[in-house]
Nanobody, 121 residues
Framework: VQLQASGGGLAQAGGSLRLSCAGT????????MGWFRQAPGKEREFVAA????????NYADSVKGRFTISRDNAKNTVYLQMNSLKPEDTAVYYC???????????????WGQGTLVTVSS
């Protein structure tokens, strides 16, 4: 699967952004999808994951209650709705996919290019 992330940009603290990640192929629903982020000078970190049909989700503690992951398998797209943004949410955001059988997965096998999110204070 090839992944294309979009939707990044500049937001003010307290504002919202929605990221999208479009996947290719007809088997999108067979992939667990995830979002990760990497801030300048920091390691990449997990943000959120969603199971094959969207029935289960998993979030990093730092974004719980503020971010929502969802997917539309008919559109081969996964979303990350980000509300109540904070300056510390500034990072390059990456979407990822895996066909591993456990949820949440222990790793991801396919990665999209990043999309930059900048939150100003």
């Amino acid at each position: 699967v090839q992944l294309q992330a979009s939707g990044g940009g500049l937001a003010q603290a307290g504002g919202s952004l929605r990221l999208s990640c479009a996947g290719t192929g007809r088997t999108f629903s067979s992939y667990i999808m995830g979002w990760f982020r990497q801030a300048p000078g920091k390691e990449r970190e997990f943000v959120a994951a969603i199971s094959w049909t969207g029935g289960s989700t998993n979030y990093a503690d730092s974004v719980k209650g503020r971010f929502t992951i969802s997917r539309d398998n008919a559109k081969n797209t996964v979303y990350l709705q980000m509300n109540s943004l904070k300056p510390e949410d500034t990072a390059v955001y990456y979407c990822a996919a895996t066909r591993r059988l456990e949820f949440p997965p222990t790793g991801y096998d396919y990665w999209g290019q990043g999309t930059l999110v900048t939150v100003s204070s």
